[in-house]
């Protein structure tokens, strides 16, 4: 995609469904909720996390939080197959030992999107982050350092995983609207795991 930023078509697709029952597994102690942003608007994407801290915003801002402010518990832990999964993709990608503490989950609907954004809420951006798509295809954009640069359209599938560090490591992305469509293993839904070292 980019010096940096590396895209491993199908990585994660034999382990779709294993990965698939372990969200189920998080989201039976965390809920998938739709967070309010700092502006007040309520996010088109539901989420939920594992790990030792899960990204959250709310009115008061963005933020990595250690206990799952719905709840007051801390997030479940982060399940052995994305553990593997991250360091197996990082290491293909040029990123050998990464070891993530947290992992955000998006679940989109039909409909819902994520707008332009940069991940600068953890401590060192010197580490990768992996992300892995689940389920629906969505069309990823890739821009570059300035919100205002040109953004690349990338298909992202089931099992597909990006592995990003390095110089695009602060580049804006985002995801267009989801189109309705039926996956076997989700039906009407994608999700992503997005697994980074936060703290
Ligand atoms: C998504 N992904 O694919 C949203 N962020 O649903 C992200 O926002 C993302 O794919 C950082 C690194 C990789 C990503
Ligand atoms: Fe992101």
């Not at 991250?86 to 999107?113: H, I, K, M, Q, S």
Request: aromatic content about 8%.
């Amino acid at each position: 995609l980019a010096e940096g930023a590396m895209l491993l078509r199908g990585f994660a697709a034999e382990r779709g469904a294993a990965l698939l029952a372990a969200i189920e597994g998080i989201a039976v102690a965390a809920p998938f909720r739709r967070m309010i942003t700092p502006g007040g608007f309520e996010m088109s994407v539901a989420m939920t996390n594992s790990g030792t801290a899960g990204w959250v915003t709310d009115r008061k801002g963005y933020r990595y939080a250690r206990h799952d402010p719905d709840s007051g518990k801390p997030w479940p832990s982060l399940p052995a197959e994305f553990l593997e999964l991250a360091e197996a993709a990082a290491t293909e990608a040029g990123f050998p030992g990464f070891v993530p503490d947290a992992c955000l989950v998006n679940r989109y609907e039909p409909g819902a999107r994520l707008s332009l954004h940069q991940d600068r809420d953890e401590a060192d951006y010197g580490h990768p982050i992996v992300s892995v798509s689940l389920g629906l295809p969505a069309t990823f954009q890739f821009g570059g350092l300035k919100r205002s640069d040109p953004v690349k359209k990338v298909a992202l599938r089931h099992g597909d995983v990006v592995v990003w560090g390095g110089a695009a490591r602060l580049f804006h992305h985002g995801v267009l609207t989801l189109r309705d469509g039926e996956h076997p293993l989700t039906g009407h839904r994608r999700f992503n795991l997005t697994m980074r070292k936060a703290l």
